[in-house]
């Protein structure tokens, strides 16, 4: 199925990968920086007005901005093992559309490409999460797993140190001893943070030491958080 990238950067960002096949892009104003990346690729530019726009994508602000791409190429397990990138951020249970954008944009920000998701019960790519990513999806390399603490035990066994962020845990992020070891950063869901079982197959359980009367922080705001620290320091 056809998924639709709506926004001036998602749309700029999805022009600028050369292997993401463009169908068509759409645009209700003038963006003649969006025209001539459209154009050097020979993808046809149609000037619609704002309201069939906002029909097209209902649920997001556009910018007058909307491409047409094919589906989202999900990678799998074997193929981001394949790349042995330094860092991986797993995602537990993350529903919401705008912290799974915003935990991507932080994520490829901080040089952390790949990304695996749960394919149940947990938010897929959508053109909510491409905006909020601000088109850093479209960077990104993300998995889809069908058991998360079983991809944990798979990252384990190929030489990850796997992390859990939680409230509860009795490490301080930004005290873990550097290791050469690549690493699996886990995040946990909005409203109940790490399932029982992925918590267990973390190797450690860390926390972000706050100081403030606030408990908790939001699952997007506490990766990035997490995020720097640990491209600073680990």
């Given at each position: 199925?056809?998924?639709?990238?709506?926004?001036?950067?998602?749309?700029?960002?999805?022009?600028?990968?050369?292997?993401?096949?463009?169908?068509?892009?759409?645009?209700?104003?003038?963006?003649?920086?969006?025209?001539?990346?459209?154009?050097?690729?020979?993808?046809?530019?149609?000037?619609?007005?704002?309201?069939?726009?906002?029909?097209?994508?209902?649920?997001?602000?556009?910018?007058?901005?909307?491409?047409?791409?094919?589906?989202?190429?999900?990678?799998?397990?074997?193929?981001?093992?394949?790349?042995?990138?330094?860092?991986?951020?797993?995602?537990?249970?993350?529903?919401?559309?705008?912290?799974?954008?915003?935990?991507?944009?932080?994520?490829?920000?901080?040089?952390?490409?790949?990304?695996?998701?749960?394919?149940?019960?947990?938010?897929?790519?959508?053109?909510?999460?491409?905006?909020?990513?601000?088109?850093?999806?479209?960077?990104?390399?993300?998995?889809?797993?069908?058991?998360?603490?079983?991809?944990?035990?798979?990252?384990?066994?190929?030489?990850?140190?796997?992390?859990?962020?939680?409230?509860?845990?009795?490490?301080?992020?930004?005290?873990?001893?550097?290791?050469?070891?690549?690493?699996?950063?886990?995040?946990?869901?909005?409203?109940?943070?790490?399932?029982?079982?992925?918590?267990?197959?973390?190797?450690?359980?860390?926390?972000?030491?706050?100081?403030?009367p606030m408990e908790s922080l939001n699952a997007s705001v506490a990766a990035g958080v997490a995020l720097y620290v640990a491209t600073r320091s680990m």
């Amino acid at each position: 199925m056809p998924r639709k990238i709506a926004g001036i950067r998602a749309v700029t960002s999805a022009l600028n990968q050369k292997q993401l096949e463009i169908a068509a892009v759409y645009l209700a104003r003038n963006h003649p920086d969006i025209e001539k990346l459209a154009n050097q690729r020979r993808i046809p530019v149609e000037h619609r007005p704002d309201h069939e726009l906002d029909c097209l994508v209902p649920e997001i602000r556009h910018q007058g901005a909307v491409a047409i791409a094919g589906p989202y190429p999900y990678a799998d397990i074997s193929q981001l093992l394949e790349e042995a990138p330094s860092r991986v951020v797993v995602l537990d249970g993350i529903t919401d559309p705008y912290n799974f954008g915003a935990i991507v944009r932080s994520s490829v920000a901080f040089g952390v490409k790949h990304i695996v998701i749960q394919q149940r019960r947990a938010c897929p790519v959508t053109p909510v999460v491409v905006r909020a990513s601000t088109g850093a999806t479209e960077y990104a390399c993300i998995a889809r797993v069908s058991n998360i603490s079983r991809t944990l035990a798979h990252l384990s066994k190929s030489g990850y140190e796997t992390l859990g962020l939680a409230a509860e845990g009795n490490g301080d992020l930004s005290l873990l001893e550097t290791t050469n070891r690549p690493k699996a950063l886990v995040i946990g869901s909005e409203g109940t943070g790490l399932r029982r079982l992925v918590a267990a197959h973390c190797e450690q359980l860390v926390r972000i030491p706050l100081e403030g009367p606030m408990e908790s922080l939001n699952a997007s705001v506490a990766a990035g958080v997490a995020l720097y620290v640990a491209t600073r320091s680990m």
